[in-house]
């Protein structure tokens, strides 16, 4: 067993918190950053509960996230992608910092680290923790509900444990709505229902909660009356709650129910062979262990999670954020487990070196895959692809020698410096095409000082967010019969129709200049000829 002392725990936090940095300073990616930017710069501006994209009401989603990276730009002086992306990595910093506490508290230190290690270098981590959207602040809240709801539970610090408690769920609440509340209530009577017992829901004091929580969603939904109106309302707790089970067609990201098994298996890979133990039934045989009580609750936590985001006709990969926390406490516990259980000599046998392969998949395949596919030759990529096959080869040589703690070492090295080369190599590559920021900073070239953007064609969310976040101007929509009556100087067109001519302007307009971001994201610039 690798112990870790009180200075190589503090070393440990640091290095966390730079790892969580790294990388932020990219463009905004479609589809939800453009948007959610968009968003939080309107609600900078004109300060409400509605959010409001290009001036129109958007309530999808609670203000708190908004709000908060809307005072963040106050802060700073003015809005910019950075200061957007701290929220999220901040909250998955945090989160991090909580799992490794709480593992080391109920387990050890080694834990704790192995759960942070493994949940920071997992592919769905490593995405949206540094995405600008809400769910890495969901995720922070329902964590500390998680934890806080276990010490009650277990009788710790009840006024304390209490007070975090509810106060996460309230703030999950007001992030993203009931969904908040709703998956710590799922997993807490999964697990009620594997203790065959109610007893352990009283600790929660269930009437003062369901007070709390009732008086938080009707003080959100006044708010949002007062602010929207009855729409806004129907639109924030109907549309997005109610339909979000009940009318597949109408809510968009339409999957069929199994869907997320397959999204498990991408958001938590590299670190499939400990998510394949808890299948085994040893695992769970041994109901005497001092730890089965958090094994089993974390377990139900991520079950009960699993069957209402399975249970919703919407599903994304970024919605398993909150099950990410419990989930990889409870694989960091089977897999320093096992790894206990390793003796001398050659390591692990097959499964250690299944996962050696899946670690080297993960650190080497994106980064190769991308320069090839884009044909760059890039030296500083290549040299750093050449230190991890050789960090890679450690790992085959410590692990033939049975040298545990260095090969273990090895291999946590191998997947950080894998995270670390897709965020200062592969990101910027890929963003080189994927950015819209350096062609609308083009059409700013051109656009008249002190004027709106005009912008007509098949409009979307992307364009509607990120166009006034990047010019920091108006932004108006026009039919084609529009333009010819107001006669603007120049015009934004977009179009959907991958494949398709793309939509031409009558004279006395001209093309400026275009750019084509794959399917749906056709972008051209028009001018009147006239005037330039």
Partial sequence: MIEIGNRGSWLAVGFL?????????????????P?????????????????????????????????????????TGEPSVVVARSVSVVASFLTLLLIYFWGS????????????????????????SRWIMTDPLLMLFTTVAIWAGY??????????????????????????????????????????????????LWSLRPFLGALIMLLATAGLMALIYFDGGYEAVREWFWVNHVQRFTDPQGTGHEQPVYRYIEY????????????????????????????????????????????ILSASTTKRGVYLMPMLPPLFLLLSSQAMAWWQRQSAGALGGAAWWLQIGMVAVFALLPTVATLIYLQIVDPVAILLLLLMVMLLLSVIIFSRRGDKPKAFIALAS???????????????HVGKVK????????VKQRLPVGEPVYV????????????????????????????????????VVQDKRAGETAPQIESPYQMVHERNYGPGRYFALWCHADRN
């Fill in 456 to 491: 007509t064609g098949d409009i979307d969310e992307t364009l509607r967010g990120i166009l006034p976040f990047v010019l920091d101007r108006d932004m108006v929509e026009l039919e084609l019969t529009e333009l010819y009556q107001q006669s603007p100087e120049c015009v």
């Fill in 105 to 128: 508290r109920d387990y050890s230190r080694t834990v704790g680290l192995v759960a942070a290690a493994g949940m920071a270098t997992s592919i769905q981590f490593l995405m949206t």
């Fill in 151 to 200: 010490d009650l539970i277990c009788g710790h610090k009840r006024g304390r444990s209490l007070f975090l408690f509810y106060a996460s769920m309230t703030l999950a609440l007001w992030t993203k709505g009931l969904i908040g509340p709703v998956l710590f209530a799922a997993g807490l009577l999964v697990y009620l229902v594997a203790r065959r017992s109610i007893s352990p």
């Fill in 264 to 307: 498990i298996l991408i958001a938590v890979f590299p670190w499939w062979l400990p998510l394949i133990a808890l299948f085994k039934p040893a695992t769970w045989r041994d109901s005497a262990a001092a730890d089965h009580n958090l094994k089993v609750y974390l377990a139900k936590a991520c079950v009960g999670m699993f069957l």
């Fill in 17 to 33: 918190l730079i790892f969580s940095f790294l990388g932020i300073t990219r463009d905004l990616w479609t589809p939800d950053e």
């Fill in 414 to 428: 191998s997947a950080f410096a894998g995270v670390i080369i897709l965020l200062l190599v592969t990101f910027p």
């Fill in 35 to 75: 948007r959610e930017a968009g968003i939080s710069r309107e609600m900078m501006h004109s300060p409400g509960v509605v959010p409001t994209l290009n001036g129109v009401h958007f309530i999808e989603k609670p203000p708190l996230y908004y709000w908060t990276v809307a005072a963040l730009f106050k802060v």
């Fill in 435 to 442: 950015d819209m920021t350096p062609y609308l900073l083009q």
